[in-house]
């Protein structure tokens, strides 16, 4: 069985074009599950699976899926084929844990269906077991398994994975970056935008409406700006603020602010406000920041984030009046010094 697993390690490895997103294609893993599959068909391949209930299993602390992120909502569909088919077509993959353990094995692959089945045992059909094989796997083989099957869930988001691989790479390749990147099929460039996804603070992780919302192409934006001490500081109070704001809309039930308004505040939180470069008037819309107006010798300049939610014709009402009162007050300013 152990061999067979490796195989699949060997026979599904990808490694997409660097003009492709992270991930394996959607065939590779629907190869995947088909050779899963197989294992509970026929006769004399039937004997290789076994039925446990989900009870019976802990589930392995590698795996990058949120497991208490799972939901009935999230695997209804999930949830109704396995109804439909008295248990999981495709089985889950487990280990045996050791003697004395909680739970006599260890969930290594399937997660979303040893859910699926545990609510269902909860929910009426109490009689639909689990489908599961056991395999004998290192930490490291069973990491790289589970990335294949997980990387192109929709469930499993960005942040998520970037977290477990940043600590695959200390637990199982001895923190070398390049030795992980051979393993799981992928460029250095390509794990290099992961880990720094993975090492974004808490407070800008905060600052987006969900997990799910914060990527990769958001962190190599954000990543310089929080190596340098003095934009960092002034990033990471922005993220705050944006954060609290987040969760009074969330409380109140209202519209979250979205990715690029999020971005483009924090990166705007970064600009430099050199003192000899004049006076500086924010040009808010709502409670969101959309840019600036400073003053200076040869008159007015103007700097604008446009987001793609934004009002436009609000904005330029804004923007007008903001400008006209920022030329009254310099001519104010200029009569004060005759």
Not at 86 to 101: C, E, Q, T, Y
Not at 208 to 226: C, G, Y
Request: charge should be negative; include cysteine; hydrophobic fraction near 40%.
């Amino acid at each position: 069985m152990a061999g067979f697993v490796r195989d699949i390690l060997t026979t599904l490895s990808y490694e997409p074009h660097a003009t492709e997103p992270l991930g394996v294609d959607g065939e590779a893993l629907t190869r995947l599950d088909q050779r899963l599959a197989g294992f509970t068909q026929g006769s004399a391949q039937a004997r290789t699976a076994i039925s446990i209930r989900p009870s019976d299993c802990s589930v392995w602390d590698g795996n990058p899926r949120d497991v208490p992120g799972l939901s009935a909502e999230s695997c209804r569909s999930l949830i109704e084929s396995i109804a439909q088919e008295d248990g999981n077509r495709i089985p889950v993959l487990v280990r045996r844990n050791p003697p004395g353990a909680d739970y006599p094995y260890q969930l290594l692959v399937g997660s979303r269906r040893r859910f699926s089945v545990d609510w269902l045992n909860h929910n009426g059909r109490p009689e639909i077991r689990l489908t599961a094989l056991i395999v004998d796997l290192t930490d490291e083989e069973a990491f790289r398994l589970a990335d294949i099957e997980n990387r192109e869930r929709e469930d499993i988001t960005e942040l998520d994975r970037a977290r477990s691989y940043q600590n695959a790479v200390d637990r199982f390749y001895g923190g070398v970056q390049s030795r992980m990147a051979e393993a799981l099929n992928l460029s250095n460039s390509q794990l290099s935008r992961l880990l720094a996804l993975a090492q974004m603070p808490d407070e800008v992780v905060n600052a987006f409406a969900t997990r799910d919302e914060l990527r990769v192409r958001h962190s190599e934006v954000l990543t310089p700006l929080l190596r340098r001490p003095e934009q960092r500081e002034r990033l990471l109070a922005a993220a705050r603020e944006v954060g609290e704001e987040q969760q009074r809309l969330a409380a109140q039930g209202e519209r979250m602010i979205p990715a690029a308004t999020v971005l483009a505040r924090l990166k705007e939180a970064t600009r430099d406000n050199d003192p000899r470069r004049g006076n500086e008037t924010p040009l808010v819309l709502g409670e969101t920041r959309f840019g600036r107006i400073r003053t200076g010798r040869d008159g007015l300049a103007v700097d604008l984030l446009v987001t793609e939610d934004m009002d436009i014709d609000a904005l330029l009402g804004t923007l007008r009046t903001a400008l006209i009162d920022s030329r009254r007050q310099i001519a104010i300013e200029s009569e004060a010094l005759i």
